[in-house]
């Protein structure tokens, strides 16, 4: 199964969805701790589960075509739709990993931008949470009719 980009996009789907919040609520412990070393490690969890979008969206790109062969007309539209938003929003992941990396980098050379940082990398962070849950609501639809609650997307005009 791990020569099938679809299964691999289905199981990798949920390092970003699920590890994402954990990575963030072990930063927000960590700011209000007002531990460093914490604070670092949350940064860089944030940082590494945000990046972890990049194969999601990779192999979802590689078995799109498979995907759509398989699923029935209303499956097709919400595949697109699913597609669409991927494109639009996968750049909110990798702005949080690079404000998650470029906070690490900062830190050790002037220590004082480790919470501005680390804020910042916070609310890009929830930013991307809530596009992959919206990303994912569609992807859900394509094969699994107990999860369409409204009528199939039209196509953009």
């Known amino acids: 199964m791990l020569d099938q980009p679809e299964y691999l996009h289905v199981v990798t789907n949920h390092l970003p969805l699920i590890g994402l919040p954990v990575a963030m609520l072990a930063l927000i412990a960590a700011l209000v701790t007002r531990d460093r070393t914490a604070t670092l490690i ?13 194969p999601v969206y990779h192999y979802g790109e590689e078995g799109y075509d498979r995907v759509l062969s398989m699923a029935d007309e209303a499956g097709g539209k ?54 992959g849950i919206v990303i994912a609501k569609a992807g859900g639809a394509v094969r699994h009719r107990e999860f369409r609650f409204t009528p199939p997307p039209q196509p953009p005009a």
């Open 42 to 54: 949350g940064l860089a969890l944030v940082g590494l589960l945000a990046l972890s979008a990049w």
């Open 78 to 131: 919400f595949l697109a739709q699913h597609r669409a938003l991927a494109d639009r929003w996968i750049f909110l992941y990798y702005l949080s990993a690079g404000v998650a990396a470029l906070g690490l980098t900062l830190a050790w050379k002037w220590p004082r931008t480790l919470v501005a940082s680390s804020i910042l990398a916070l609310v890009l962070a929830a930013a991307s949470l809530a596009a």
